[in-house]
């Protein structure tokens, strides 16, 4: 009797211990995620034997993104039953390409708390800043407003030239430069909540107005944005690829107009003149990744052509898919120099009017949305027009003088 008091008030101990760790017994899990049975993992062997499986499935496969490898689950014991790790992979992949509602909802708060912290950014860059101060400015605000303890993906906050750089903000390029008056800056981050991420990018001018080229440039983008906004719907004639080359062509089009090209924009087309100014894909899934998978099942091939070869989806759209919608303009120097190389380009570039775009950077507009049954729907909620980012810049830069004289 005495041992088993012992017992109960040393398993009550260790209970305690556990809870104030965070460790928390098999009744809790059950119930926090609903389920009918919770195991700890050195049980694995014995609860499945005592199931008497005829096969278990283990997760095997390729992502079509990354070409990573997904490394299937091993314990102790496995070589005793019959194993399968070829069928969940591609299941699994095209359950997570149709968004649930629930899902849907934790993807709309992520849009939302990362547009307003985009927002506060935009209202705290000046001249002078470095680029990591804005970088940590949208951690903070997405950590203390809404919970989000992670990004998607380490945030690209390119000034300057560098918003050109398509994946400027590794560790290699930290985002450390100097902000400076007349940069555009283009910031591409995402918060994360419950592993859901965000993709949204923001480009506007350090000081608040855009220059004259900025401009043209910046409106090219979202026009090309929002004609690909008013095609999309599911159905069968509705093909992502579709959505890059319609993309493409506003592009060549609004870049014709400003005098930076000249000719035919189908002979254009026909030499994927698109691609130097867009050297990456329209967009791509997004959910529990920020690229997320499913996106070349079998039966659906990549495309071998410029710029579409880097498309992270080819498939026709669906209704409840996530997407990102993100056409961008840059000035790579390399890749002008290449286009200028190639006789079959080179002939529609103006190179006087493209002298001005040298050290120009990029442009990028980035939005994330849901394919409906009628259309999409914008998750994304940020100053888009030109004249809404520079009437937003000014408005809040005037309150900040305000509130500036106030405090003194």
Not at 111 to 125: G, L, R
Not at 181 to 192: A, I, P, Q, R, V
Request: with cysteine.
């Amino acid at each position: 009797m005495l041992l088993s008091l012992s017992l109960r008030g040393y398993k009550l101990k260790i209970k305690r211990y556990c809870a104030e760790l965070g460790i928390h017994p098999p009744e809790y899990y059950k119930k926090k995620y609903s389920v009918n049975e919770v195991h700890y993992t050195d049980e694995i062997a014995s609860v499945l034997a005592s199931k008497n499986p005829s096969v278990l499935l283990t997760l095997r496969g390729i992502n079509t993104d990354s070409g990573s490898v997904t490394r299937e689950a091993s314990f102790d014991k496995i070589s005793e039953f019959t194993v399968n790790n070829t069928i969940l992979h591609p299941e699994i992949a095209e359950c997570r390409v149709i968004k649930t509602d629930m899902e849907l909802e934790v993807l709309r708060y992520t849009n939302k708390i990362s547009s307003e912290a985009h927002k506060e950014v935009m209202k705290a860059v000046k001249p002078g800043m470095k680029e990591y101060e804005l970088e940590s400015l949208f951690q903070h605000y997405c950590y203390k407003q809404g919970g989000m303890r992670h990004t998607s993906y380490t945030c690209i906050c390119g000034s300057g030239d560098n918003s050109s750089v398509l994946h400027y903000g590794h560790a290699g390029a930290p985002n450390d430069k100097t902000v400076e008056d007349g940069d555009l800056c283009l910031f591409d981050m995402g918060g994360e909540y419950y592993c859901y991420g965000s993709d949204i990018t923001c480009t506007f001018p350090a000081n608040g107005k855009f220059t004259p080229d900025q401009k043209a440039i910046y409106e090219a983008v979202y026009r090309s944005s929002r004609a690909v906004f008013g095609s999309m719907k599911p159905g069968v004639w509705v093909a992502w690829p579709e959505m890059h080359r319609l993309a493409d062509r506003v592009h060549l089009e609004e870049l014709k107009k400003i005098g930076l090209l000249r000719g035919s924009v189908e002979d254009m087309v026909k030499v994927h003149l698109g691609a130097v100014f867009m050297p990456h894909g329209l967009g791509h899934f997004l959910g529990i990744d920020v690229h997320d998978v499913g996106g070349y099942p079998e039966g659906v091939d990549r495309i071998d052509l410029p710029g579409l070869r880097s498309l992270r989806t080819a498939r026709t759209l669906l209704e409840g898919m996530v997407l990102t919608v993100e056409p961008g303009i840059y000035f790579i120097d390399h890749v002008l120099d290449q286009a200028l190389a190639n006789p079959a380009q080179a002939c529609f570039i103006n190179n006087e009017v493209l002298a001005r775009f040298r050290n120009f950077g990029g442009v990028r507009i980035e939005d994330d949305i849901v394919v409906t049954a009628s259309g999409m729907e914008l998750m994304t909620c940020v100053p888009r027009t030109v004249e809404e980012i520079e009437a937003f810049l000014s408005e809040s830069r005037g309150s900040t003088k305000s509130f500036a004289l106030a405090s003194s």
